[in-house]
T-cell receptor, first 114, second 111 residues
Framework: GAGVSQSPRYKVAKRGQDVALRCDPI?????LFWYQQALGQGPEFLTY????????KSGLPSDRFFAERPEGSVSTLKIQRTQQEDSAVYLC????????????FGPGTRLTVL | DAKTTQPPSMDCAEGRAANLPCNHS???????VYWYRQIHSQGPQYIIH???NNETNEMASLIITEDRKSSTLILPHATLRDTAVYYC????????????FGKGTRLSVIA
C-alpha cells in the first residue's frame, strides 16, 4: 500500500518568505509526527498530533513554526518569515495506535532558505 | 538528548555480517531499545526493537547484554543496499513518545 508522502520534495525560499509543507500519512494512522533534520544530524522532534489534536508542540523552535491537521489526516507544517537557519529536511511520520507500532516516515521535504 | 552512544562510522564487506554496537548505560527498566536506519535521501525506516531478550526478524538480529547497558544490531549478510545511517534509540513503550535520534553510525558496505 501507499506509504507516507510529502510535498514538495524540495523547496527553495528567499529569506522572509512563508512556506507550507504537506504530509499525507498512511490511511487510518491516528498519530502523526513532524521532525526537523539538519545536515549531518539525526532528526529532531517538532510536534505530534493524535487525530486532529496537537498534543505536543514542545519541539517547535519558534513561534514562526505552526502545524495543523484539521481533519485528522493530512497535515501542514507552516514556517513564517523563513530564516537561513530553517534550512533542513522536514520529515513526517505516522503510526497506528498500540504501544510498539513503529513510526513510518515519509521521504522528507528539503527546505533551502537563501 | 539521545541516551545512546554509537561509533560515527563503520565499514563492512559485502556478504559479511555487520555488527553495529550501541551503548545505553543509563537505560531505565521500562525503556526498550529500538533501531532505525536512514538510507540516503529517504526517511528513517524501523528495523527492530527489544527489551531484554534477543530478537530476530527478517531484517536483522538484536543482541542485548544481560545488564541491558549495551546492544548490538547484526545484519547477517550485508549488501550494498544496507549502506545507511543506523540509529539506536531507547524509549519507553508508550507508543506516542517521539523518537530521540542521536547522530547514528554511518555504515558503508563495500563490494
Amino acid at each position: 500500500g501507499a506509504g507516507v508522502s510529502q510535498s514538495p520534495r524540495y523547496k527553495v525560499a528567499k529569506r522572509g518568505q512563508d512556506v507550507a509543507l504537506r504530509c499525507d500519512p498512511i490511511s487510518g494512522h491516528v498519530s502523526l509526527f513532524w521532525y526537523q533534520q539538519a545536515l549531518g544530524q539525526g532528526p529532531e522532534f517538532l510536534t505530534y498530533f493524535q487525530n486532529e489534536a496537537q498534543l505536543d508542540k514542545s519541539g517547535l523552535p519558534s513561534d514562526r513554526f505552526f502545524a495543523e491537521r484539521p481533519e485528522g489526516s493530512v497535515s501542514t507544517l507552516k514556517i513564517q518569515r523563513t530564516q537561513q537557519e530553517d534550512s533542513a529536511v522536514y520529515l513526517c511520520a505516522s503510526r497506528t495506535s498500540g504501544a510498539h507500532n513503529e513510526q513510518f516516515f515519509g521521504p522528507g521535504t528539503r527546505l533551502t532558505v537563501l | 538528548d539521545a541516551k545512546t552512544t554509537q561509533p560515527p562510522s563503520m565499514d563492512c564487506a559485502e556478504g559479511r555480517a555487520a555488527n553495529l554496537p550501541c551503548n545505553h548505560s543509563t537505560i531505565s527498566g521500562n525503556e526498550y531499545v529500538y533501531w532505525y536506519r536512514q538510507i540516503h535521501s529517504q526517511g528513517p525506516q524501523y528495523i527492530i526493537h527489544g527489551l531484554k531478550n534477543n530478537e530476530t526478524n527478517e531484517m536483522a538480529s538484536l543482541i542485548i547484554t544481560e545488564d541491558r547497558k549495551s546492544s548490538t544490531l547484526i545484519l547477517p549478510h550485508a549488501t550494498l543496499r544496507d549502506t545507511a545511517v543506523y540509529y539506536c534509540i531507547v524509549r519507553v513503550a508508550t507508543g506516542n513518545t517521539p523518537l530521540v535520534f542521536g547522530k547514528g553510525t554511518r555504515l558503508s558496505v563495500i563490494a
